[in-house]
């Protein structure tokens, strides 16, 4: 078995390769309409639209979710309710956050395979 080196090409070749993946395991999302929580997402970042206070507010429909309050609001500033672009902005913040989690990972002392792996499961694991 060959063993994989820590290298550039390394990282740059499991970047693709995630990038394939997600392709390949989310790229009919962007045909998807909105469902489930989306809807009060959106009501909430209506609200904040018109007066920014209400992100720090318990008065909301789905409070305590920082980040995505926040991705929700610019979302809604950039182009309303089309869910295609929040699909693709989700899929590709979810890429980053996996990369960013195999690096994580390798810098605290995992070995590069545990670190790569750990990250793809990241990637292909809708239930977190």
């Known amino acids: 078995m060959v063993a994989l ?11 693709l390769v995630l990038a394939l993946l997600a392709v390949v395991a989310y790229g009919g999302l962007a045909s998807q ?24 507010s318990t008065d909301r429909e789905l409070p305590g979710r920082p980040i995505a309050e926040v991705v929700f609001l610019l979302g809604h500033k950039l182009w309303g309710q089309d869910p295609t672009p929040y699909h693709l902005l989700l899929v590709g913040l979810h890429l980053l956050t996996s990369l960013l ?28």
Request: no cysteine.
């Open 101 to 128: 989690l195999a690096q994580t990972f390798r810098r605290l002392g995992a070995h590069l395979e545990i670190s790569l792996v750990g990250g793809l499961l990241f990637l292909l694991n809708v239930a977190h």
């Open 5 to 15: 080196r820590d290298t550039r090409t390394t990282w740059l070749a499991y970047a």
């Open 33 to 56: 309409a909105l469902d489930t929580d989306d809807f009060e997402y959106l009501r909430d970042a209506n609200a904040a639209n018109q007066d920014l206070s209400l992100l720090f």
